[in-house]
C-alpha cells in the first residue's frame, strides 16, 4: 500500500474510474493548452513573415484576420474544457486555475491524473 502525504488533498474514495477520469480530462486540457501556446507563438512568427514577404496591406490584413479566428476557435475550445469533476464549464477565462462551479484547482486534477 502507498502512504498518502500530507499535502496531498485527494478527494476521498477516489475509485480507479475517477483517476481515469480525472487523467482523461488533464490529458484533454493539456492538449488545448498547448494549441493555445503554438498559436501564440505563431502569431510573433507570422507577424515577422508578413513584414517581410510585403504582399500588402490587403492580403496582410486578411491573412491576420484568419489568424485571430484561429486563435480565437482554439482560445474558446480551450475554455469550452469540462471539470471532471462537477462536469460543468471550468472556467470562461483562459487560464483560470479554479472550477468556478465546484472550486477544483487544476494542480488537483494533475495530481490524480498522475496517480500514485
Ligand atoms: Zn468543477
Known amino acids: 500500500m502507498f502512504k498518502r502525504r500530507k499535502t496531498d488533498r485527494m478527494p476521498d474514495g477516489a475509485s480507479p474510474q475517477d483517476v481515469a477520469a480525472y487523467r482523461r480530462a488533464w490529458h484533454s486540457y493539456v492538449a488545448r493548452r498547448n494549441l493555445v501556446v503554438v498559436l501564440f507563438l505563431s502569431f510573433i512568427?507570422?507577424?515577422?513573415?508578413?513584414?517581410?514577404?510585403?504582399?500588402?496591406?490587403?492580403?496582410?490584413?486578411?491573412?491576420?484576420l484568419g489568424w485571430i479566428?484561429?486563435?480565437?476557435?482554439?482560445?474558446?475550445?480551450?475554455?469550452?474544457?469540462?471539470?471532471?469533476?462537477?462536469?460543468?464549464?471550468?472556467?470562461?477565462?483562459?487560464?483560470?486555475?479554479?472550477?468556478?462551479?465546484?472550486?477544483?484547482?487544476?494542480?488537483?486534477?494533475?495530481?490524480?491524473?498522475?496517480?500514485?
Not at 512568427?45 to 491576420?64: N, R, S, T, V, W
Not at 462536469?87 to 487544476?106: E, N, P, Y
Open 45 to 64: 512568427f507570422l507577424g515577422f513573415m508578413i513584414g517581410k514577404l510585403k504582399l500588402g496591406e490587403p492580403a496582410d490584413f486578411a491573412i491576420l
Open 69 to 116: 479566428g484561429v486563435y480565437l476557435a482554439g482560445g474558446w475550445w480551450l475554455t469550452e474544457w469540462r471539470c471532471p469533476r462537477c462536469g460543468k464549464v471550468f472556467g470562461h477565462r483562459l487560464w483560470t486555475q479554479r472550477c468556478i462551479s465546484c472550486d477544483l484547482s487544476k494542480d488537483e486534477v494533475a495530481t490524480m491524473a498522475r496517480g500514485k
